[in-house]
Protein backbone atom coordinates (compact mmCIF):
# COMPACT_ATOMS: atom_id res chain seq x y z
CA UNK A 1 0.00 0.00 0.00
CA UNK A 2 1.04 2.87 -1.01
CA UNK A 3 2.48 5.56 1.86
CA UNK A 4 0.52 8.76 3.45
CA UNK A 5 1.51 11.99 2.36
CA UNK A 6 0.52 14.75 5.26
CA UNK A 7 2.25 17.68 3.39
CA UNK A 8 4.60 19.44 1.70
CA UNK A 9 7.92 21.65 2.29
CA UNK A 10 9.59 24.33 -0.35
CA UNK A 11 12.45 25.73 0.28
CA UNK A 12 15.41 27.25 -1.41
CA UNK A 13 19.14 25.88 -0.36
CA UNK A 14 22.33 26.37 -1.75
CA UNK A 15 23.75 23.32 -4.00
CA UNK A 16 26.13 21.40 -1.73
CA UNK A 17 25.77 23.34 1.21
CA UNK A 18 22.59 22.47 3.43
CA UNK A 19 23.08 22.26 7.07
CA UNK A 20 20.63 22.41 10.00
CA UNK A 21 20.61 25.60 10.72
CA UNK A 22 17.87 28.18 9.99
CA UNK A 23 15.95 28.29 7.42
CA UNK A 24 16.40 24.72 6.95
CA UNK A 25 16.32 22.82 10.48
CA UNK A 26 12.98 25.19 11.31
CA UNK A 27 11.08 24.14 8.59
CA UNK A 28 11.91 19.67 8.61
CA UNK A 29 11.94 19.78 12.69
CA UNK A 30 7.98 21.05 12.54
CA UNK A 31 6.82 18.28 10.42
CA UNK A 32 9.22 15.91 12.46
CA UNK A 33 11.43 14.75 10.05
CA UNK A 34 15.20 14.19 10.34
CA UNK A 35 16.83 16.87 9.33
CA UNK A 36 20.66 15.38 9.44
CA UNK A 37 19.41 12.93 7.27
CA UNK A 38 18.24 15.39 4.50
CA UNK A 39 21.18 17.51 4.47
CA UNK A 40 23.16 14.40 3.37
CA UNK A 41 20.76 13.40 0.92
CA UNK A 42 20.82 16.41 -0.63
CA UNK A 43 24.54 17.23 -0.49
CA UNK A 44 24.78 14.20 -2.07
CA UNK A 45 22.07 14.96 -4.64
CA UNK A 46 23.71 18.54 -5.62
CA UNK A 47 27.19 18.40 -5.21
CA UNK A 48 27.89 18.99 -8.91
CA UNK A 49 25.94 22.25 -8.54
CA UNK A 50 27.63 23.28 -5.95
CA UNK A 51 26.67 27.00 -4.50
CA UNK A 52 23.68 27.42 -6.87
CA UNK A 53 20.26 27.82 -5.15
CA UNK A 54 18.40 25.73 -5.95
CA UNK A 55 14.03 25.27 -4.78
CA UNK A 56 13.27 21.91 -3.27
CA UNK A 57 9.91 20.41 -2.80
CA UNK A 58 10.28 18.01 -0.03
CA UNK A 59 7.12 15.31 0.05
CA UNK A 60 6.42 14.16 3.57
CA UNK A 61 4.84 11.30 4.54
CA UNK A 62 2.90 9.65 7.69
CA UNK A 63 5.69 7.70 8.62
CA UNK A 64 8.34 10.75 9.24
CA UNK A 65 9.77 10.00 6.26
CA UNK A 66 10.51 12.01 2.88
CA UNK A 67 11.49 11.86 -0.20
CA UNK A 68 12.69 15.32 -1.84
CA UNK A 69 12.70 17.14 -5.94
CA UNK A 70 15.34 19.12 -6.77
CA UNK A 71 14.00 21.92 -9.34
CA UNK A 72 16.21 23.82 -11.75
CA UNK A 73 17.77 26.97 -10.03
CA UNK A 74 15.46 30.11 -10.26
CA UNK A 75 15.55 32.22 -13.27
CA UNK A 76 16.80 35.21 -11.77
CA UNK A 77 19.71 33.56 -10.23
CA UNK A 78 20.23 32.76 -13.88
CA UNK A 79 19.61 36.00 -15.09
CA UNK A 80 22.05 37.72 -12.21
CA UNK A 81 24.80 35.34 -13.56
CA UNK A 82 24.33 35.67 -16.81
CA UNK A 83 24.57 39.30 -16.58
CA UNK A 84 27.38 39.76 -14.10
CA UNK A 85 25.20 41.39 -11.77
CA UNK A 86 24.92 41.36 -7.61
CA UNK A 87 21.41 42.18 -7.65
CA UNK A 88 18.54 43.63 -9.22
CA UNK A 89 17.06 47.15 -9.82
CA UNK A 90 15.02 48.72 -7.49
CA UNK A 91 13.21 50.27 -10.06
CA UNK A 92 13.35 48.82 -13.18
CA UNK A 93 11.31 50.69 -15.28
CA UNK A 94 13.32 53.76 -14.70
CA UNK A 95 16.80 52.22 -13.89
CA UNK A 96 18.12 49.52 -15.93
CA UNK A 97 21.43 47.54 -14.45
CA UNK A 98 22.23 45.11 -17.22
CA UNK A 99 22.14 44.28 -20.61
CA UNK A 100 21.37 40.08 -21.95
CA UNK A 101 21.73 39.10 -25.31
CA UNK A 102 18.89 36.63 -27.04
CA UNK A 103 21.30 33.35 -27.37
CA UNK A 104 22.34 33.83 -23.20
CA UNK A 105 18.01 34.01 -22.79
CA UNK A 106 17.98 30.70 -24.91
CA UNK A 107 20.41 28.93 -22.62
CA UNK A 108 18.41 30.43 -19.91
CA UNK A 109 15.24 28.89 -21.19
CA UNK A 110 16.91 25.43 -22.12
CA UNK A 111 17.86 25.25 -18.74
CA UNK A 112 14.60 25.76 -17.00
CA UNK A 113 12.09 24.25 -19.89
CA UNK A 114 12.00 21.41 -17.17
CA UNK A 115 10.40 23.26 -14.47
CA UNK A 116 8.28 25.53 -16.93
CA UNK A 117 4.88 25.27 -18.08
CA UNK A 118 5.41 25.94 -21.50
CA UNK A 119 5.83 23.44 -24.89
CA UNK A 120 8.09 25.93 -26.87
CA UNK A 121 11.65 26.92 -26.31
CA UNK A 122 10.00 30.58 -27.82
CA UNK A 123 7.16 30.68 -24.87
CA UNK A 124 9.97 29.59 -22.23
CA UNK A 125 12.34 32.43 -24.28
CA UNK A 126 9.37 34.87 -23.85
CA UNK A 127 8.90 34.27 -19.91
CA UNK A 128 13.24 34.54 -19.10
CA UNK A 129 12.75 37.77 -20.99
CA UNK A 130 9.92 39.11 -18.83
CA UNK A 131 11.32 38.30 -15.64
CA UNK A 132 14.72 39.90 -16.81
CA UNK A 133 12.66 42.71 -17.94
CA UNK A 134 11.27 43.07 -14.26
CA UNK A 135 15.07 42.85 -12.90
CA UNK A 136 15.77 45.81 -14.92
CA UNK A 137 17.88 43.89 -17.21
CA UNK A 138 17.40 44.62 -20.82
CA UNK A 139 17.31 42.51 -23.74
CA UNK A 140 19.25 43.64 -26.77
CA UNK A 141 18.54 42.66 -30.54
CA UNK A 142 15.65 41.20 -32.04
CA UNK A 143 13.69 38.40 -30.66
CA UNK A 144 14.45 35.42 -32.65
CA UNK A 145 10.43 35.03 -33.51
CA UNK A 146 10.41 38.46 -35.08
CA UNK A 147 12.73 37.77 -37.82
CA UNK A 148 9.98 37.89 -40.39
Same mark, same amino acid.
Given at each position: ?????????????????????????????????????????????????????????????????????????????? %??? *?? &???? $?? =??????? /???????????????????????? %??? *?? &???? $?? =??????? /??????????
Amino acid at each position: MAKEITGYVKLQVKGGQANPSPPIGPALGSKGLNIMEFCKRFNAATQDKMGMVLPVVLTVYSDKTFDFVVKTPPAAIL %ILE *AA &KLQK $GS =AEPNRKK /VGKLTWEQVQKIAETKMPDLNCFK %IES *AM &KMVA $GT =ARSMGVT /VEGTAPWDNN
